[in-house]
């Protein structure tokens, strides 16, 4: 199979997110730099109450919200996403998102590939983890 990639989301292997206390939330890598050198896919899917903790990294994110509702934090703004919406997040920028449904929220992530792919937790209040800019 030259040129294309082809699989199914039912045959990609899900995997707990663990970003400092992110709580029930899961990631599926659909395409990788085994297929792209430039950017990667994922989709997400976050239970209800669940939530991927404050962070930030040297990768910029875009975000497709599929199914079900939730607030996103970007730096200090608070906004609600719902099916439909999407949202771009600038590299550096801290960033959480809490699933503040009923049902699961399911959400297409695509992201650069960049020389530092690690991800910072932030704990606010704690001075070790302010962003270096």
């Known amino acids: 199979m030259e040129g294309y990639y082809k699989k199914n989301i039912k045959d990609v292997e899900s995997q707990e997110v663990k970003v400092g ?3 029930d939330t899961y990631i599926q890598w659909l395409i990788t730099d085994k297929q792209e050198k430039a950017y990667a896919m994922r989709r997400f899917i976050i239970k209800p109450d669940g939530f991927i903790q404050l962070h930030y990294h040297d990768y910029f ?3 497709y919200i599929i199914k ?6 970007v730096n200090k703004e608070n906004m609600e996403l719902h099916q439909g919406d999407f949202i771009f ?3 550096k920028a801290t960033h959480e998102i809490k699933n503040t449904g009923k049902i699961d929220l399911e959400f297409i ?3 650069n590939y960049t020389e530092n792919m690690k991800i910072i ?3 606010e209040g704690n001075s070790e983890n302010k ?3």
Request: hydrophobic content about 30%.
């Open 109 to 111: 992530c695509v992201i």
């Open 68 to 73: 079900g509702k939730c607030s996103v934090r």
């Open 89 to 91: 997040i600038d590299t």
């Open 21 to 23: 206390n992110s709580k």
């Open 61 to 63: 994110e875009s975000l």
């Open 121 to 123: 937790p932030v704990y």
């Open 131 to 133: 962003m270096e800019k």
